[in-house]
């Protein structure tokens, strides 16, 4: 089955303590993104790539890290949590067709930091 | 860059009852425009989309339409279900930067 799995589901962590979120993707996409989805603000951009070892920032990058050192992986790294960093997480994948191609998102990462 | 707004943030309907989502963006060059549903606990999955050369799209009780010229765009939910219920992003893109996705409205379908 196509799918976009992260891990875990859900996390509690306390400030400064270093964690990562794990994305993995079985469609051979060479697109991979991250989101972050807080109460009225919808879905914001963290970081992206269009390929191994290309990664870009998006909307809001302050305070995380990315890689892609494999085509199916690409984790998320937030090197000193802190609580403004408490949110809702999706990674997703598309094809290499540009922008105009269906996205296809994990079922989300709800992280807490206290 | 783009900017995408989208109303209600809430809305609830009867069930049976129509649904309209509206956006607006503001790049005019954007020429795609997805809507995503996102049920509770699940990410969101595409449901629809259109591109600028066309004006209107339908997929059974869901469809979309396109005013280039006041840049905005609307999903239109007929005979609405319980399971309609979620809640619904909108997104509109150029073709080479990445979507801007709207803030969500959240449907609730009341039976």
């Known amino acids: 089955e196509a799918q976009v799995t992260q891990n875990p589901r859900y996390l509690i962590t306390v400030t400064g303590k270093k964690l990562t979120v794990t994305c993995s993707q079985n469609m051979n996409h060479e697109y991979m993104s991250w989101y972050r989805q807080d109460p009225g603000l919808g879905l914001r951009q963290i970081y992206y790539?269009?390929?191994?070892?290309?990664?870009d920032k998006g909307d809001v990058p302050e305070g995380y890290k990315v890689s892609r050192k494999e085509k199916r992986n690409f984790p998320l790294i937030l090197e000193s949590p802190s609580p403004n960093q408490t949110s809702l997480y999706f990674c997703?994948?598309?094809?290499?067709?540009?922008?105009?191609?269906?996205?296809?998102f994990g079922s989300g990462t709800q992280l807490s930091v206290l | 860059g783009e900017n995408v707004e989208q109303h209600p943030s809430t809305l609830s309907v009867q069930e049976g009852d129509s649904a309209v989502i509206k956006c607006t963006y503001s790049?005019?060059?954007?020429?795609?425009f997805p809507w995503y549903k996102q049920e509770l606990g699940k990410g969101p999955q595409l449901i629809i989309d259109?591109?600028?050369?066309?004006g209107e799209k339908k997929d059974q009780r869901i469809a979309v339409t396109l005013n280039k010229t006041a840049k905005h765009f609307s999903l239109h939910i007929t005979e609405t279900q319980p399971e309609d219920s979620a809640v619904y992003f909108c997104?509109?893109?150029?073709?080479?930067?990445?979507?801007?996705f709207g803030k969500g409205t959240r449907l609730s379908v009341i039976a």
């Open positions: 997104a509109a893109s150029e073709g080479n930067t990445p979507l801007v």
């Open positions: 790539s269009m390929n191994v070892e290309v990664t």
């Open positions: 790049d005019s060059a954007s020429n795609y």
């Open positions: 259109i591109r600028s050369n066309v």
């Open positions: 997703a994948s598309r094809d290499s067709g540009g922008p105009n191609e269906k996205l296809f």
